[in-house]
Nanobody, 122 residues
Framework: QVQLVESGGGLVQAGGSLRLSCAASGGTFSSYCMGWFRQAPGKEREFVAVINWRGAGAYYADSVKGRYTISRGVAKNTVYLQMNSLKPEDTAVYYC???????????????WGRGTQVTVSS
C-alpha cells in the first residue's frame, strides 16, 4: 500500500523558516517525480514545487521562487521542502504528491499525503 506522510509543519512568525518532509513507502519512488502543493481555507489546491525523479531538476511557483527549496533524499523516497522568509499568505495545508511527470496540476499526480498545517503569523 502506497503511503506518503508529511511532517514538519507548525506555527512560525513571518520571516521565519520551516522544513517539511515527506516520506514515501509501499512503492518504488525512485522513478517518480515528487511535488508539493498547498491549500488555504476557501481556496483551491495550488502548485508549490516539483522535483524530477533524479533530483536534478526542480520547478517552483512564482509565489515561492527564491524562498523555497525542494530536494530529495539519497534514497529518493523522501522529499523535503525548505521554506524561508515565510509570509502570512503562505499559511495553508501543505501536501506531498508523487507522479510520473513534473506536473504543476494536481491531476498529474497519482499519490497524495494527508497534509501538514503551516501557519505563519504576522
Amino acid at each position: 500500500q502506497v503511503q506518503l506522510v508529511e511532517s514538519g509543519g507548525g506555527l512560525v512568525q513571518a520571516g521565519g523558516s520551516l522544513r517539511l518532509s515527506c516520506a514515501a513507502s509501499g512503492g518504488t519512488f525512485s522513478s517518480y517525480c515528487m511535488g508539493w502543493f498547498r491549500q488555504a481555507p476557501g481556496k483551491e489546491r495550488e502548485f508549490v514545487a516539483v522535483i524530477n525523479w533524479r533530483g536534478a531538476g526542480a520547478y517552483y511557483a512564482d509565489s515561492v521562487k527564491g524562498r523555497y527549496t525542494i530536494s530529495r533524499g539519497v534514497a529518493k523516497n523522501t522529499v523535503y521542502l525548505q521554506m524561508n522568509s515565510l509570509k502570512p499568505e503562505d499559511t495553508a495545508v501543505y501536501y506531498c504528491a508523487a507522479g510520473g511527470l513534473t506536473s504543476t496540476l494536481p491531476t498529474g499526480y497519482d499519490y497524495w499525503g494527508r497534509g501538514t498545517q503551516v501557519t505563519v503569523s504576522s
